[in-house]
């Protein structure tokens, strides 16, 4: 049985469909193989742009026996597959700018889909605003912290959803709405990392590019200010991290 690392898992239990599963940028073919293995998929079409890691999928899909039930396609983004093709899109491990452009450049594949699991490791923001244009709302999101990094997790399905708060797409509405325990220490994280460096210029003589830096630290005090009063989060940073664990990437 393959081992997957906890973000991993976490990713792999958004896929619902129990279809097929085309993972793009599939790297070492690990997430459609444990897939197969746990029954959420019935087959699994792996892409990746680069040859060096679909050769490493090709042999660990034969290592685990596996070559009649996962493809593997050399492919920039989605198109290697066809409209219909895959009822899961899977995508992970890639910055949002890219992992964007992936779902724009394949809009009708992408349509056809029966829902996307996206995990973004920068610009979230660009994303959810993407999957909304496509015509998809986020059933679910998640965020996960893996040795010391935060990581968020989306599962979209087809629909109408679109945010009118501006703040929703920069944090996620279902992380704040639901309370989501990893963004809970996100947020303190922010707060710490926020409130730190307005200290350090509050001493400074400032230029005119640190007042600019001083102007959108503020507005970002106020935007995290307002998650809080959102999440009902009354406690103080130190009553929180006694609650959800001290984060140790902020000093």
Request: with cysteine; proline share 2%.
């Given at each position: 049985?393959?081992?997957?690392?906890?973000?991993l898992?976490?990713?792999?239990?958004?896929?619902?469909?129990?279809?097929?599963?085309?993972?793009?940028?599939?790297?070492?073919?690990?997430?459609?193989?444990?897939?197969?293995?746990?029954?959420?998929?019935?087959?699994?079409?792996?892409?990746?742009?680069?040859?060096?890691?679909?050769?490493?999928?090709?042999?660990?899909?034969?290592?685990?026996?596996?070559?009649?039930?996962?493809?593997?396609?050399?492919?920039?983004g989605?198109?290697?597959?066809?409209?219909?093709?895959?009822?899961?899109?899977?995508?992970?491990?890639?910055?949002?700018?890219?992992?964007?452009?992936?779902?724009?450049?394949?809009?009708e594949?992408?349509?056809?889909?029966?829902?996307?699991?996206?995990?973004?490791?920068?610009?979230?923001?660009?994303?959810?605003?993407?999957?909304?244009?496509?015509?998809?709302?986020?059933?679910?999101?998640?965020?996960?912290v893996?040795?010391?990094?935060?990581?968020?997790?989306?599962?979209?399905?087809p629909?109408?959803?679109?945010?009118?708060?501006?703040?929703?797409?920069?944090?996620?509405?279902?992380?704040?709405?639901?309370?989501?325990?990893?963004?809970?220490?996100?947020?303190?994280?922010?707060?710490?990392?926020?409130?730190?460096?307005?200290?350090?210029?509050?001493?400074?003589?400032?230029?005119?590019?640190?007042?600019?830096?001083?102007?959108?630290?503020?507005?970002?005090?106020?935007?995290?200010?307002?998650?809080?009063?959102?999440?009902?989060?009354?406690?103080?940073?130190?009553?929180m991290?006694?609650?959800?664990?001290?984060d140790?990437?902020?000093?």
């Amino acid at each position: 049985m393959i081992h997957l690392s906890g973000r991993l898992q976490s990713i792999a239990a958004n896929v619902k469909s129990n279809g097929v599963v085309a993972d793009i940028g599939c790297d070492h073919g690990f997430m459609p193989i444990y897939l197969i293995q746990n029954g959420q998929a019935k087959h699994a079409i792996a892409l990746d742009v680069h040859p060096g890691p679909l050769s490493r999928a090709r042999e660990n899909v034969s290592r685990y026996h596996m070559t009649e039930q996962i493809e593997l396609r050399l492919s920039d983004g989605t198109k290697a597959l066809e409209i219909g093709e895959a009822d899961t899109i899977l995508i992970s491990g890639m910055g949002g700018i890219l992992l964007t452009r992936i779902l724009e450049e394949g809009r009708e594949v992408v349509q056809s889909a029966q829902e996307l699991v996206l995990s973004p490791q920068s610009d979230i923001h660009l994303v959810r605003r993407c999957v909304h244009a496509l015509g998809f709302f986020i059933a679910h999101e998640e965020m996960v912290v893996d040795q010391g990094k935060f990581y968020v997790i989306l599962r979209a399905v087809p629909g109408k959803e679109y945010y009118t708060e501006e703040i929703d797409y920069i944090y996620g509405k279902q992380l704040i709405d639901g309370k989501d325990e990893g963004f809970i220490r996100f947020l303190m994280r922010e707060e710490k990392r926020v409130n730190r460096i307005l200290h350090i210029l509050s001493k400074k003589l400032l230029s005119e590019s640190s007042i600019l830096k001083k102007q959108e630290l503020e507005k970002e005090w106020e935007q995290l200010s307002e998650i809080r009063n959102r999440m009902c989060l009354e406690e103080s940073g130190d009553k929180m991290e006694e609650r959800y664990g001290k984060d140790q990437s902020v000093r």
